[in-house]
């Protein structure tokens, strides 16, 4: 069956460190992945989109890996702060579907 | 303001009332999509609009669930009859391009609630 999985357990570090965030997805042909942001209450916000022929994306403290081989993304967060505490959702657009496929999402709690 | 709206925010219904949900796009935006959220899950796809013309409603769940974006603009969601699982959040999003799979950014409003009791 297609899936796409993020850790479902909270992720929870200090102020300052690097958070790394999991997406892994099976029987999937994406030409794409994307990753948003969601504060409860609110919809998702756009955060990057990082193609099936791109290895790595930056935008400020912010990179997303994609290893198709793998059929894994990785979003970090550089010098993380309070403020970065939101749930992260990614989302995939694969060649078969024809529609954004989104995980359940993983919440980040970063503490002073 | 620039941002995708919803109305209602929330809006309680009794099973078997039926309820329209209503979405503002972004100004000149041709995509319109609705999206169904479940507490603690990602949105899941219900319908995609091209201006007026609905080119995918595969994710609907039900007959009882109708959409419609008659002006190419403001979309409003109907669900009849409606039901307990029907109680989720729901979301409308645009985009600027035409086309579900081109590289658009999509942009969310904040979600109606909705609350079958």
């Known amino acids: 069956s297609q899936k796409i999985e993020q850790n479902s357990e909270a992720l929870n570090i200090q102020e300052g460190k690097t958070a790394t965030l999991t997406c892994n997805y099976t029987n999937y042909s994406p030409a794409y992945l994307q990753w948003y942001r969601q504060d409860p209450g609110r919809g998702p916000v756009f955060l990057l989109l990082?193609?099936?022929?791109?290895k790595e994306k930056r935008k400020e403290r912010l990179k997303v890996t994609f290893d198709t081989t793998l059929k894994q993304s990785l979003f970090h967060i550089t010098a993380s702060q309070p403020a970065d505490s939101a749930t992260y959702l990614c989302?995939?657009?694969?060649?078969?579907?024809?529609?954004?496929?989104f995980g359940t999402g993983t919440r980040l709690q970063v503490f002073p | 303001g620039a941002g995708v709206s919803q109305s209602p925010r929330y809006k309680v219904a009794k099973r078997g009332q039926d309820v329209a949900l209503r979405c503002d796009p972004i100004s000149g935006h041709v995509s319109l999509f609705w999206y169904q959220q479940a507490l603690g899950q990602g949105p899941e796809f219900l319908t995609y609009?091209?201006?007026?013309?609905?080119?995918?409603k595969s994710g609907l769940p039900s007959d009882r669930f109708f959409a419609e974006r008659p002006e190419g603009s403001v979309s409003t969601l109907k669900i009849q009859r409606t039901q307990q699982e029907d109680s989720a959040v729901y979301l409308c999003a645009s985009s600027f391009e035409a086309g579900q799979t081109t590289y658009n950014e999509q942009f969310f409003g904040p979600g109606t609630r909705l609350t079958v009791l």
């Open positions: 990082i193609r099936e022929n791109e």
């Open positions: 609009f091209q201006n007026e013309a609905q080119l995918d």
């Open positions: 989302a995939l657009l694969s060649y078969n579907t024809d529609k954004l496929i």
